[in-house]
């Protein structure tokens, strides 16, 4: 049995939000998500199960990291303990690719990352779908990064049945500017963010009905390869998406003052012609959908108002990957 295994995965970003649990314990979604996976931004993560181990280890960007930190992969790596039926103590070391000062690393690229390293470490063999699964269990979004390309997690009925499938490579001129706007520490967790709009926000249930419109419809808009209404969902599911959180209990917004001016930078490309539209997350970076032939002049516009470190044209990512030693 190998005991030993390192995998590359790449992180992605949600074109239609995954944003509140019906199951905390479980990580169930309250609706399905479809996300493109990024290929400039990735986690290798390495682990070696080996019983001279009196406990886990885990190593960050080569350092250790202390005990809240490891009891989260502790109780990650449990979930394969368990499907091993083994006490094996494991060593885990991640390297976070982003580029310098973008401030994005991501949850979900390193949950891929340990899942796939696990699986194989251990020799357990599953297969990419029950891995979405495990991969869930560590960060919801780290669901749909075990694949490349669009990718859809399917909210499902249950543990077993919430995972992610492939729905198109993206490979028809599909690229992202990543405007990395700050690096402050977040105030508001999307954890504890999403936790809180689907307790209090009144405008939840509306976000629940309208992204299982959205994902029907940004389906179709891939099928049919149009950019046009791939970003005009994308864009209005996240803008819907941000609005309910300033409808909680107390409200809360991950926008500064430089998203709205890489929003209205993107607005005024439009104008121009230039098709490309924003998406944010938990956090105040806009991500810039466009045709991958036209990302350096979105850059260039945008680079009236950013510094170009903190511009970030990325293409489609693949799924995760073994990586083998030289
Ligand atoms: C806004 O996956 O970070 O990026 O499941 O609690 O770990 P947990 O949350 P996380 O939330 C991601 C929220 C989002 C939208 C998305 O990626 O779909």
């Given at each position: 049995m190998p005991n030993k295994a390192c995998v590359r995965a790449h992180t992605n970003i949600a074109l239609i939000k995954y944003w509140g649990k019906r199951d905390e314990t479980n990580f169930l979604p309250m609706n399905s998500s479809l996300s493109l996976t990024l290929d400039k931004l990735y986690t290798d993560t390495m682990v070696v199960f080996d019983e001279a181990l009196p406990q886990d280890f885990f190593y960050l960007n080569g350092e250790q990291q202390g005990e809240k930190e490891t009891q989260k992969i502790s109780k990650f790596l449990d979930l394969f303990r368990a499907e091993k039926k083994t006490a094996l103590r494991a060593r885990v070391e991640s390297i976070n690719h982003v580029p310098?000062?973008?401030?994005?690393?991501?949850?979900a690229s390193a949950f891929a990352a340990l899942a796939g390293a696990a699986n194989l470490a251990l020799g357990l063999d599953l297969d990419p779908q029950r891995l979405s699964t495990f991969a869930r269990r560590g960060s919801?979004?780290?669901?749909?990064?075990?694949?490349?390309g669009f990718v859809e997690w399917d909210m499902g009925t249950c543990s077993d049945d919430s995972f992610a499938v492939p729905?198109?490579?993206?490979?028809?001129?599909i690229g992202m500017v990543i405007v990395a706007v700050n690096q402050k520490a977040?105030?508001?967790s999307s954890r504890i963010g999403m936790k809180r709009t689907v307790e209090t926000s009144p405008f939840y249930p509306a976000w629940v009905e309208s992204a299982k419109k959205d994902i029907l419809d940004i389906k179709a808009a891939i099928a049919a390869k149009d950019f046009i209404r791939l970003g005009e969902i994308t864009e209005a599911n996240g803008m819907k998406m941000h609005g309910t959180m300033l409808g909680a209990e107390p409200p809360f917004s991950y926008w500064e003052p430089d998203s709205i001016v890489a929003i209205k930078t993107a607005q005024a490309l439009r104008k121009q012609g230039i098709p490309c539209y924003v998406t944010m997350d938990a956090g105040p970076n806009v991500k810039v959908l466009c045709r991958l032939s036209q990302a350096e002049t979105i850059k260039a516009a945008f680079l009236e108002h950013f510094t170009e470190d903190k511009l970030i044209i990325t293409k489609p990512g693949k799924g995760i990957r073994e990586l083998t030693e030289a």
């Open positions: 310098t000062a973008a401030g994005l690393a991501s949850s919801g979004s780290a669901t749909r990064s075990i694949y490349g729905v198109d490579d993206a490979g028809w001129d977040k105030e508001v």
